[in-house]
């Protein structure tokens, strides 16, 4: 049932977004000169797909896990669409093609070894990963892998309909602060 609804939502949004990804995609263009990022990430049962987001750093910032990265690697623009989490808008291409949902763990990189680790002794992999959910809204991040692959584990276990919601309504509402940055 989770999925039908991924699907209506993400489908609902990207038509309701689409002036929005306009005007970003042309701010975007004027900020890095290349507004969209995408990323191989680690997917359900560790299927890699192509994670699609607005970028918020420089073009030349490696590849690795943002709290890795330096703060310095975040453009003005990319520093407002991280506030507002409006980088992650065309993550709905992502759940609408049923490769991720809207609420589940947060796809991490191939090269974050401990992570991966961590969520396959918790079966973490076993779900599609999501744009949002409890560890989000709750700043828990990647930086703490454990702690990350635990709370993704008991989110997995307690995901009813109800649930799904609570963390899409307080992420919308702007509960939690996205991934810490190095130097943040």
């Known amino acids: 049932m989770i999925r039908c609804i991924d699907f209506v939502l993400s489908l609902v949004g990207l ?13 975007g263009l004027f900020d890095t000169g290349s507004p969209v990022f995408r990323q191989e990430r680690v997917g359900r049962n560790k299927k890699p797909f192509i994670l699609i987001k607005f970028r918020t ?17 975040i453009t003005p623009f990319g520093n407002f669409l991280r506030k507002t989490k409006l980088d992650e808008l065309p993550q709905l291409w992502n759940v609408l093609k049923g490769e991720m949902s809207l609420v589940g763990p947060r796809p991490g990189l191939f090269n974050q070894q401990e992570l991966t680790e961590a969520r396959e002794a918790k079966n973490v992999y076993a779900v599609r990963p999501g744009i949002t959910g409890e560890a989000q809204v709750n700043d828990i991040d990647m930086s703490t892998p454990v702690l990350l692959a635990k709370t993704d584990a008991k989110m997995i276990s307690e995901l009813n309909l109800k649930n799904y919601f609570k963390f899409i309504l307080q992420t919308v509402t702007g509960k ?9």
């Open 15 to 27: 038509a309701c977004a689409l002036p929005f990804f306009v005007i970003l995609f042309i701010i």
């Open 57 to 73: 750093m420089s073009v030349d910032t490696a590849s690795v896990a943002t709290h890795l990265a330096s703060s310095a690697s």
């Open 176 to 184: 939690g602060s996205g991934d810490r940055i190095k130097g943040s």
